[in-house]
Nanobody, 118 residues
Framework: QEQLVESGGGSVQAGGSLRLSCEVPGTIFPIAAMGWFRQVPGKERELVAAITSGGYPTYGDSVKGRFIISRDTGKNRAYLQMNTLKPEDTGRYFC????????????WGQGTQVTVSS
């Protein structure tokens, strides 16, 4: 199955910023919605942010006001700008693209690790 291509993770100190990028292969484009999900060992995967094909965003409560999701439909890409990072933002971030059931169906990337130190 086609996989999404993620990039931009890394290690940063608290208060810093990172930008994640997710590219949808042209063979599975167009796609209705894209989102980022965070996985931490021992916890359920949670929604970080999602965006519709029309550009309407949704954010998890813990990142509202700090993260910004955007989408470049011409380049088949979605971005997650993460500002004022906190240690609790640490986790593996996965990109998901789906025409329905975002987070439960569609296409996934391999994940990119984000580590925030205090």
């Amino acid at each position: 199955q086609e996989q999404l291509v993620e990039s931009g993770g890394g290690s940063v100190q608290a208060g810093g910023s990172l930008r994640l990028s997710c590219e949808v292969p042209g063979t599975i484009f167009p796609i209705a919605a894209m989102g980022w999900f965070r996985q931490v060992p021992g916890k359920e995967r949670e929604l970080v942010a999602a965006i519709t094909s029309g550009g309407y965003p949704t954010y998890g409560d813990s990142v509202k006001g700090r993260f910004i999701i955007s989408r470049d439909t011409g380049k088949n890409r979605a971005y997650l700008q993460m500002n004022t990072l906190k240690p609790e933002d640490t986790g593996r971030y996965f990109c998901n693209a789906a025409n329905h059931g975002l987070g439960h169906t569609g296409y996934w990337g391999q994940g990119t690790q984000v580590t925030v130190s205090s």
